[in-house]
């Protein structure tokens, strides 16, 4: 069911149901029918917490929420900084009619929590004001500050792209063509709404693809498969100081079959203090299966370090899926691959 934004919410009808996102991860809200309301207008009284455990906590008390049409902006609290923003939820979702009652499942969420959280909740590579947050436009909006399709504006600043998809485990998202180059720096985290890792497939996004192309600096990836690109699966281009864990480059979803890159795994080109990888198994990237170097340093890049990795083995380390090459250095200095750290040798 699709409520538009001609429909009249002036008077609330028995038999009318009602579903709303609360602004965030709001997947469990129970909501109240205010003793009160106002005359047209149906008015709710928000009782408690956000269910998802990195979701803001409203502490305040009870909010009352106004809607008016919910596909134009909503309406805003009149006791908060709370928007609604949407009343599309997943056939599963709890439906209402009347009194207390509890939403248990299947919301869409919409926008960021808090400043600098963009939310992908699709796996659909597509640009469009559905309310749906596409990884694509997640990118756009960090890098511009601005609400794209149907993500929230990102902050001047370090901006935090999150998943909240249906199934957990890894989904899958199969990219169209190449992704914007990542031009603020982000931490994009696939372990979150119930994930373990996000694939990123390549197969069908081009024969110039990047996987991700970072141009801005201090930017994280973690817990991400990054597989079948034309290119590169990871590309790391100028601004330094980025960090790359707990990924799998170049291979399937499992990490025990190859799915590899056109080219390097990851490059470093002309970037410096990146980090690759890390010193315990949680930070470990499995980088195998790719066409040319499994990591590759160039063009005066200084200061990397490469840490703890699995690089042409599957990611239990037990059997051989080979790059062309392992690590790769030229035309760079100073950079560390392995050392003497505990954990930091990348076995090949």
Same mark, same amino acid.
């Given at each position: 069911m699709k409520t538009t934004a001609k429909r009249s919410y002036g008077l609330l009808l028995p038999a009318l149901m009602t579903l709303a996102v609360f602004t965030?991860?709001?997947?469990?809200?129970?909501? *109240?029918?205010?003793t009160t309301p106002k005359k047209n207008q149906p008015v709710f009284n928000l009782k408690t917490k956000t269910a998802n455990p990195s979701a803001p906590l409203q502490t305040g008390g009870s909010f009352d929420l106004t809607q008016s049409s919910v596909l134009s902006g909503g309406g805003t609290s009149s006791g908060g900084n709370i928007t609604l923003l949407d009343a599309v939820g997943y056939p599963l979702a709890g439906l209402s009619t009347g &009194? @207390?009652? @509890?939403? #248990?499942? &299947?919301?869409?969420?919409?926008?960021?929590?808090?400043?600098?959280?963009?939310?992908v909740n699709t796996t659909a590579d597509a640009v469009a004001a559905d309310g749906l947050c596409s990884l694509r436009e997640a990118?756009?909006?960090?890098?511009?500050?601005?609400?794209?399709?149907?993500c929230a504006?990102?902050? $001047?600043?370090?901006?935090?792209?999150?998943?909240?998809?249906?199934?957990?485990?890894? %989904?899958?998202?199969a990219l169209l063509s190449a992704l914007p180059a990542i031009m603020e720096p982000v931490t994009i985290d696939g372990a979150t709404g119930g994930a373990t890792?996000? *694939?990123?497939?390549g197969i069908n996004?081009? %024969? %110039?693809?990047? &996987?991700?192309?970072?141009?801005?600096?201090?930017?994280?990836?973690?817990?991400?498969?990054?597989?079948?690109?034309?290119?590169?699966?990871?590309?790391?281009?100028?601004?330094?100081?980025? @960090?790359?864990q707990n990924c799998y480059i170049g291979l399937n979803s499992a990490g025990?079959?190859?799915?590899?890159?056109?080219? *390097?795994?990851?490059?470093?080109?002309?970037?410096?203090?990146?980090?690759?990888?890390?010193?315990?198994? &949680?930070?470990?990237?499995?980088?195998?299966?790719?066409?040319?170097?499994?990591?590759?340093? #160039?063009?005066?890049? $200084?200061?990397?370090?490469?840490?703890?990795?699995?690089?042409g083995t599957n990611a239990?380390?037990?059997?051989?899926?080979?790059? *062309?090459?392992?690590?790769?250095?030229?035309? %760079?200095?100073?950079n560390v691959v392995g050392g003497a750290a505990t954990g930091a040798l990348c076995p090949k």
């Open positions: 965030g991860y709001a997947r469990k809200l129970w909501l *109240e029918r205010a &009194g @207390t009652y @509890t939403l #248990t499942d &299947g919301f869409l969420p919409v926008g960021p929590t808090a400043s600098g959280v963009i939310t990118i756009t909006a960090a890098n511009t500050n601005s609400a794209f399709g149907g504006a990102g902050t $001047a600043g370090l901006d935090n792209i999150v998943f909240n998809l249906p199934g957990g485990g890894t %989904s899958s998202i890792r996000i *694939e990123l497939n996004a081009g %024969s %110039s693809a990047n &996987g991700l192309l970072i141009t801005a600096g201090n930017s994280t990836l973690s817990s991400l498969v990054i597989n079948r690109f034309s290119l590169r699966g990871i590309y790391i281009q100028t601004g330094g100081g980025n @960090t790359v025990n079959v190859g799915a590899g890159n056109g080219q *390097e795994g990851i490059i470093i080109d002309g970037s410096s203090g990146n980090v690759i990888g890390g010193t315990t198994p &949680g930070t470990r990237n499995v980088v195998s299966g790719n066409n040319r170097g499994g990591v590759y340093i #160039t063009n005066s890049s $200084a200061n990397n370090q490469v840490l703890g990795n699995y690089i239990a380390g037990t059997a051989g899926i080979l790059n *062309e090459d392992g690590v790769v250095l030229e035309n %760079s200095s100073n």
